[in-house]
C-alpha cells in the first residue's frame, strides 16, 4: 500500500497555524527543511503519541470542566488530528467535556472563549450574502452540516450565537466516533439574534444584538440558506440542532422530502431510547409489547420517540391503536387527556379518552401528575425529556416499583443539573432494581457491595454511524427506516446479549466499531429504500474509505 501524502502550497508561520495541516514538533527534519519551520520550531523530533502524552498531562492540570472545555476547543483549532487522536486515546474521559454536559457552560459563556474561525456564523443581516459565503472553495470537499439556530440549546434555552458550540461539538463527534474526515464537516449558526437578555446586556456578546427574528422573516432566512446549501452540495447532509420546539419539527417535516436532512434531537434521540429500551427489556426478561411507558415532556423529542416506539410496537405485532394505547404522554398541567388544558395539535395522537382514565383514583381528572399516571396505569418504563431537574419525584418512582420487578427508568435531560432525577436517587427508591440510561454522564452508584454502571443514553451513539452510512451511501434522503435499523443495530451490540446483568449498551470507548456497524446497516437500508446507487456488495469498502484516522502522515511542499 502506497502511503499517504499530503502536498500543500503552505509553509513556515502559515503552515504552523493551519489546524489541519498542523503536526508541531513532529514535523520531520526533512519537512522542517522543505516548509522553512527550522527556528519556528524547538530542535526535538516528536511523535504523536509524545504530543498525546503531553496534552493529557496539561488537560489533567486544570480544575474545572469549562477550563477542560476551553483547553480541548484551543487545542482543536491549533492541531485537529492531535485533537482527534487525544479524544480517541480516552474517549471516556475526554467527551463528556467536549459535548454533554460541559458543552452547556460551553455555550453559555461562548463569547469569553472565541478565537478563531470555527465553521459559519450566517447573521441576519448577511442573508443576501449567504450564497456568496458558502461559494468559497474552502468549502468544496463539505459532505456534512450541522446547523442551528442557538433557540433551544438542552435544558439551558437561548443562547443565540453561543448555541455554535452545539454544531462544534456535532461536528467533532461526527470525527472522533463516525470517523467522517473533519474536512467533510461545516458547523453553521443560523444568528437570527437572541431574547436572552443576559447575552443582550453583556458587551462582550460575539453575536447579532438584537431580538430574534420571527415569523415570515425567519422561515425566509431559513429557505434561503437551505435553497443556497442546495445550488453548493446537493448531495450534502444536513442535521438541524437544538431548534426551538415550534420550529424543530415544522422544519423536519417542510424540508425532509426536499433534501437530504434529519433532526438529531427528535429522530437520534428516539433511535438511542429504542436500542436502550430495548436492551433494558432483554434485561428485565420481558418483552417490548408488554410495556406500558410513561414520557414526560411531550414536545418534539418526546413526541419523536413515541412515534418510532409505536412502530417498533408495531413491529411486535401490536396494531396502531394498541401501539399507541402502551403510551401515556405528559406535558406541563400532566397527562395529555380529553378536555385538558395546554394540549397542541402535534400531540393530538397521543391524547387519551376520558374514558381511560374513568377509573382512576386522581384528584383532578384534568390535571394528572405523574405519580397517578405510575400508579393508575402501572408503568413499567418512564422517559423523560422536559428539561426540569427533579422530575421524577420519589413518590412516581415508589408508585412504578409496585407495578414491576425492574422499572425502566430514562432521565434523559441535558446538562446534568437538569435530569430529571440522579441514578443514585432512582436506584435507593427502587431498592437497587431499576434500569436506568441517562442523557448524562454519572458516575457509577455503589448499591449494597455491587457497583452499578450507568448508561449514558446519548444520541452520540447513533448519529455518527447515522451520518457515516449515509455519507458512504450517498443516499437522497433520510427515512425513519434508518433510525429503526440504526437502534436494532445498536441493540444488537448490546452486552446484555450475553449476559443480562451487564450493561445495557456497549462502551463509548467502542464507538469507532459501533458506527461502523451502524453506517453499513443504514448504507443497506438506503440501498433498500431505493435512496442509494451503491451495490450490497460495496457497502462495507464504501464505508471504510469513508472513516479517517487521526494520524501524521508525510508532507511534500507543492510549489
Known amino acids: 500500500m502506497t502511503e499517504p501524502l499530503i502536498r ?44 498525546i502524552a503531553r496534552r493529557r498531562a496539561a488537560f489533567d492540570t486544570y480544575e474545572t470542566g469549562f477550563e477542560k472545555y476551553t483547553f480541548m476547543r484551543d487545542l482543536q483549532d491549533i492541531n485537529e488530528t492531535l485533537f482527534y487522536a487525544l479524544l480517541l486515546s480516552d474517549v471516556r474521559k475526554f467527551m463528556p467535556i467536549v459535548y454533554t454536559p460541559t ?24 442573508k443576501a450574502r449567504i450564497e456568496k459565503i458558502l461559494s468559497h472553495k474552502r ?72 431580538k430574534r427574528v420571527r415569523g415570515p422573516e425567519y422561515d425566509d432566512f431559513i429557505e434561503t440558506f437551505v435553497s443556497a446549501v442546495e445550488k453548493r452540495w446537493p448531495h450534502v447532509l444536513l442535521q438541524w440542532e437544538d431548534f426551538a420546539g415550534s420550529n424543530a419539527a415544522r422544519l423536519l417535516t417542510k424540508y425532509r422530502d426536499r433534501l437530504c436532512t434529519f433532526n438529531d434531537d427528535i429522530q437520534g434521540t428516539s433511535a438511542v431510547v429504542l436500542a436502550t429500551l430495548l436492551a433494558a427489556v432483554k434485561a428485565a426478561g420481558t418483552s417490548l409489547q408488554d410495556q406500558r411507558i410513561g414520557i414526560l415532556g411531550f414536545g418534539s423529542a418526546g413526541i419523536g420517540i413515541a412515534n418510532l416506539l409505536v412502530k417498533a410496537l408495531q413491529q411486535e405485532g401490536l396494531s396502531e391503536a394498541e401501539a399507541r394505547g402502551r403510551i401515556y404522554a405528559m406535558g406541563r398541567p400532566g397527562l395529555l387527556v380529553e378536555g385538558a388544558e395546554g394540549i397542541h395539535p402535534e400531540q393530538k395522537d397521543y391524547v387519551r379518552p376520558r374514558g381511560d382514565v374513568a377509573g382512576w383514583t386522581v384528584k383532578d381528572p384534568l390535571k394528572i401528575g405523574l405519580e397517578e399516571v405510575a400508579r393508575n396505569a402501572k408503568l413499567t418504563v418512564l422517559i423523560g425529556v422536559a428539561g426540569k431537574a427533579g422530575m421524577f419525584t420519589e413518590d ?102 450475553k449476559d443480562r446483568t451487564a450493561s445495557l449498551l456497549p462502551p463509548l470507548a467502542e464507538s469507532r466499531r459501533l458506527s461502523r456497524v451502524i453506517a453499513a446497516a443504514v448504507a443497506r437500508q438506503a440501498i433498500q429504500d431505493g435512496l442509494s446507487n451503491l451495490k450490497e456488495s460495496e457497502v462495507d469498502a464504501a464505508v471504510d474509505a469513508n472513516v479517517w484516522e487521526p494520524r501524521y502522515v508525510r508532507y511534500e511542499r507543492d510549489y
Open 103 to 126: 458543552v452547556g457552560e460551553g455555550c453559555q459563556r461562548f463569547s469569553e472563549i472565541w478565537r478563531k474561525p470555527r465553521g459559519l456564523f450566517l447573521s441576519y443581516p448577511n
Open 139 to 210: 468549502y468544496d470537499d463539505v459532505k456534512a452540516i450541522v446547523v442551528s439556530d442557538g433557540e433551544r440549546i438542552l435544558g439551558l434555552g437561548d443562547q443565540g450565537a453561543g448555541g455554535m458550540g452545539i454544531p462544534i461539538g456535532k461536528m467533532a463527534l461526527y470525527t472522533a466516533l463516525g470517523g467522517i474526515h473533519h474536512e467533510y464537516c461545516l458547523p453553521v449558526l443560523l444568528d437570527v439574534g437572541t431574547d436572552n437578555e443576559e447575552r443582550l446586556a453583556n458587551p462582550i456578546y460575539i453575536g447579532w444584538r438584537q
Open 396 to 497: 412516581a418512582v415508589r408508585a412504578m416499583a409496585k407495578n414491576v420487578e425492574r422499572p425502566i427508568i430514562f432521565p434523559l435531560s441535558n446538562p446534568t443539573s437538569k435530569s430529571e432525577a440522579t441514578p443514585e436517587d432512582l436506584l435507593k427508591w427502587t431498592d437497587g432494581k431499576a434500569l436506568i440510561g441517562t442523557g448524562s454522564p454519572f458516575e457509577p452508584v455503589k448499591v449494597g457491595d455491587r457497583e452499578i454502571c450507568i448508561d449514558q443514553t446519548n444520541n452520540s451513539y447513533i448519529f455518527p454511524g447515522l451520518a457515516l452510512g449515509i455519507v458512504a451511501s450517498r443516499s437522497r434522503r433520510v427515512t425513519d427506516a434508518m433510525f429503526m435499523t440504526a437502534a436494532r443495530a445498536l441493540t444488537a451490540l448490546s452486552p446484555v446479549d
Open 8 to 51: 500543500t502550497k503552505l509553509y513556515g508561520f502559515t503552515l504552523l497555524n493551519h489546524p489541519r495541516f498542523n503536526k508541531g514538533t513532529a514535523f520531520t527534519e526533512e519537512e522542517r527543511d522543505a516548509f522553512d519551520l527550522h527556528g519556528l520550531l524547538p530542535p526535538h523530533v516528536g511523535t504523536l503519541a509524545e504530543q
